[in-house]
């Protein structure tokens, strides 16, 4: 299987700051050594686990769970002894959330933490009238990242989509 | 101006709970008092104002900015004086984000607040790769809420959009 | 509506702390103040209203929603004018989980936020073996208290009841 | 002693994330290590020992007591030297509750989390009217998980039982 | 019933601190200018009422409850009319806790928590040496102040006397 | 010196738990080990150095500091060279506190700072009507705990005396 | 009894800043207006008390203790009735410390904060050197603030004495 | 370079607590060994680098500054190679403050801390009246310890002597 | 005195959100309405004053001194009696810093923080490499803030200009 | 290429302090090791990349991002292979912020926090008189630090240069 070096768009790929690692289980860095090495790009690697990017990033991150053919697909793919994958946390149900500091200090995540502050309450009203007493599930729930370029520039647009859930009367 | 009654769908409309009036600008309460006296919702009155309905909760709420076209149209739609509103702090700059206790407590708002924890150093790596070294504005943004309907319930969409910013080398 | 005075126990009925009040919506000093005029217990009102002790006092404290018999039943049980129930954010959508602080310093909330520091991971961890990788929802979800009285003295029992959501793919 | 490898549904058993691993006392990773090693789920281990899934996996996370039987039963089980077990703190007094971070980032654990956040007033409104003054304890106190199954899907069923201690009057 | 002005010692009475009220219930204000006017201490009202100063100081405080022998004898000692008295939420339950920040900031108060930080491990492993494994209840509780002189000045000596509970296994 | 193995009660002995260890002085593992290869009680090793049994655990979790004639009896009851105790921060001054993290999570040690946090004003107003205005010295001090048995099972009693302190005027 | 107008140095004198009021006991308002009205420094206010500056600021904030002849002098030096003095809790124990927000924000009082943040520990290493093993009494203490005058300009002189209390062996 | 060992009044030197280690600069570690092996006071290294005690304790702590006398005095005196020292970062700016946890848990330290809650708004009013609208420098700033001795015991004396330093008017 | 009405660049004017009143003086909300009601400019007052625009806005809300003669040109500027001026707190001495949550929610103010939060260590090491150890003083201090306009859009520059204070040695 | 030694004003250079490392990318170690050794100040460096002091700096703490030629250049300036450097996180992109703990404990670091806390609402009614709804960029920013001299001293002079950002009418 030969991937697809760096990414699509001239940009380095991401990899791994140590600084980070006590937060992350033991897969994270095996899988962003790999990934550094081989020069992989989330997007390359998504498309073969046939997955959403941001899930396979949040699988690197260990917030997301791998199914035993995404190990093998890794495995392939970054050269890693399947063995060696299955002795880490991978096996086991991710611990989510712990690897983030919140507020967050990063400004990239912050403009999302913002986000939420800003309009919470005009979310949730506006979901209220168009759903009634509930919430939009973070479980059963995906969401994706694209770019889109228009002449005022490059714009990202982050698409969130959670069943909605209406509380049980009882 | 004759406007159209309730929600689209059936659900009652979103009304203002008093125990979070300490925290709003004086705008807030007149606005919200309208808006279930005639018991309209966001959609109508976005409609009215040819906004979307996330920005005109956010307004009600203080945290979007009021244009002196949106000023006279919700005095109409509303039948509030339009000095009275005048009078408010709509004609001033919002103070936004001092509605929220964060992390958020209510259930909805923090669902929205666990997918920037959990997903927010995923979206950063698949961004950086992407568009390279800055941040999604959370000023030069929209954002919508749509619902879709398929065989297993109902699904909420939430878009973000923001222009990309890459940081200066300086 | 004639309805049972006093709690069927003999312990005396649950009244509002004033210094809660700014944490609270409009119909929580209303609801409450007719519940202790009356001395009516959430049994009792919970069986006029047909649904559960614990959801009831949700309601009272403006935690969970009623429903339009809700309130008609509310105001015949308590007799407070229908139209003046309206007029407060019972109509609205909840605000949930604002009169909390947390850690509760209350020693019976806090008891209660102490299971979930101490058992926090254990229930995690049999959780997944038994349901796999999701959560189990506080939405979709329902609770009671019941008592057992033995040999030993009384014992609380509650029971939490909600529905398991497992992870999406994507 | 041949245990039942797996679980009995099918879901893979639960490992030890290792950045949680600061927080634990040394038996943690032991006991983890042999029980992912054997591939043995907590219900397995629980009916070995004679106890409840909640408190066997409290007792692998440091937060519940071993008694001597518990290390025998254990160590027999787990194929791990009853000596080196011995060498651990299972031997000496749990220091609970120190592997959580409160409020909780990880999703499961906060949906318990905000249903206490919740519901916190409604519990304790509806333990005074049925027992007067006082609290469930959280010590003299057992807790299961079931899991339920109907057309609706699975439900998750937790109970909470705790000894009712009235305040003294002095 | 007339009861003893002033404190046994000389020093005068405790009243309430104006900037404490939205801390506490509606009765402490009531219960405190009426011991302000006639001028009683805790250890007189306390023989009134046949409780410790302690429990009688905490009821004034809101935390720790009036049974209805005692909404009368202090009606009598301190000349409220006992269905003022019944208005308040001394026929509720009390809500404990919430008067105090934490730390507090107050030097007394801070002494008695800085011995809970200074020595709360040294007291673990004495009580868990001495009662096994469990906690000393604050429920099933009482608790005394007494005053010791000897040539080298004053003496404060506080006893704390819990219910040994220990933890259930199951 | 042949000191009693075990505690006199038959419970087993304190040990460390070795997630607190970065939080402690280094003579701690040190102590700790010694103990716990000899088996001894904090009540055998007080008896040994004429001391209370909290002042010798909080001497083993370096929050009370040690005598010269504590380190040489140390080192004789615990065979640990006594060269090797001076080595350790046993010589200096100890830096109280650090070992809690505030509120304690711990349910024994968070009970003692619940009776701070319901009876802190209480205890201040008798005080102060007792002694004036002033504080209980947490330095000149001393504290026992006892344990007492009755019909209705084992109570702990914990006494604390503090010098009073009044304050200056100047 | 015509006491000095203003400061004796030209500086304006201290008003109340009325944001602060919620942290202040009832005393703090009367005195405050009195000073303000009579234009009085508290060099002025101290000379007539025969206290320290301080400690008449600290009275003004509620954060010392007043003396019935303080209570007499204060009436006739500001003119108000000692009737409505003595109806403060000016004749209570003072509630310390609740009026500050720590860290400090003001930067004159974070600069006092940050010399106990940058030498805390030096200078707990060099009391204990010269007084050993105990603390500097902030109750049995006095301060004073004094003018220094040089060619290099004005210096700002705090003296804190306090009395040295070793710790008590038990 | 003979130093006197010891103390001057018998109590032992200052040692460094094992356990804040990481929070402080690798210089600390070395002179505080050094210190202990040769068993120096603060006075006898103060007197040595014709330095105030307070300043040296704190540069052994690393939070003030060591000029290049400094570090050759010290390494004579403490028998350390200057060239180790000058590996450290004694050669850098000081990174001021880290080392300490606010507020302080150590009792000696929290009094400080307390001394400025308490007094902060006292020592403000007072100095504004003395010097107008400003701030005493922490900077611009020099500190003492003194031992005052009389027949009520030991007093400890501490000076802080600042610049004051005016607000511009821009 | 007749005053510029409005921008000078047609932005509406900057007036008092009242949600914010709590944490203001009580010159605030007087010189804000004048200010609302002249339709006047922090440029035009400033001008008026002969002072920045930054210092007159920080004086509108509390955190900066008003000269007599400020307080002269602003009464007569705002039509506001002197009289009236003088009874609030600008005759005080400000107790900046109380109007702002750190962090700031606020999108602007966050900005400002985020930049002291991401360049913190960097601006420090710059700072002592050109000026040695000390700090900026931000007292001393003055600041501007200016609009460039160039091919790319409206660019903010802040100048931030403080006395440099170096450490005294002691 | 030979690089001037020292800074060009006689100060030291900076170095980093060890303690911070944990926060820190693998790059800064390998960097300011080389920057010690070599003794080079930030002004050397910035000249050598043509960039600003601040900007390498803050890249030295891994807050600004390298460019390919950059590290090339530091490679060579520094004598690190560029094989080296390219293994650290200089290839990926900055997480930000984390090397701060906000408020910031460092008095040079944290009077910029002051600045902003006490100045924040003032710049925000400046900015948005002069720019209308929106903010000044933290991304598409730059900044400098600049030395002014005069016959009062030195002077720090920090410029802030932002993109103004108006929020999008959605």
Not at 19 to 47: G, V, W, Y
Not at 60 to 89: C, H, M
Request: proline share 6%; with cysteine; hydrophobic share 40%.
């Amino acid at each position: 299987m030969a991937a697809q070096e760096g990414t699509s768009n001239g940009h380095p790929i991401a990899v791994l700051n140590s600084d980070i690692l006590p937060r992350l289980p033991s897969q994270s860095p095996l899988l962003f050594a790999a990934k550094k090495q081989k020069n992989l790009s989330f997007e390359t690697i998504a498309k073969a686990l046939g997955r959403e990017e941001v899930a396979v990033a949040a699988l690197f991150y260990g917030q997301s769970k791998a199914s035993p053919e995404d190990v093998t697909n890794l495995a392939k793919l970054l050269d890693i002894p399947e063995s060696k994958l299955l002795e880490t946390e991978m096996t086991g149900f991710p611990d989510r959330g712990r690897q983030m500091e919140m507020p967050p200090k990063e400004p990239l995540m912050y403009r999302l933490y913002e986000i939420v502050q800003n309009y919470g309450y005009a979310y949730k009203a506006v979901m209220n009238e168009k759903f009634g007493d509930g919430i939009m599930s973070a479980i059963s729930f995906s969401t994706t990242v694209e770019k889109e370029v228009d002449e005022k520039g490059e714009w990202c647009k982050i698409t969130l989509r959670g069943k909605w859930l209406p509380y049980t009367r009882f």
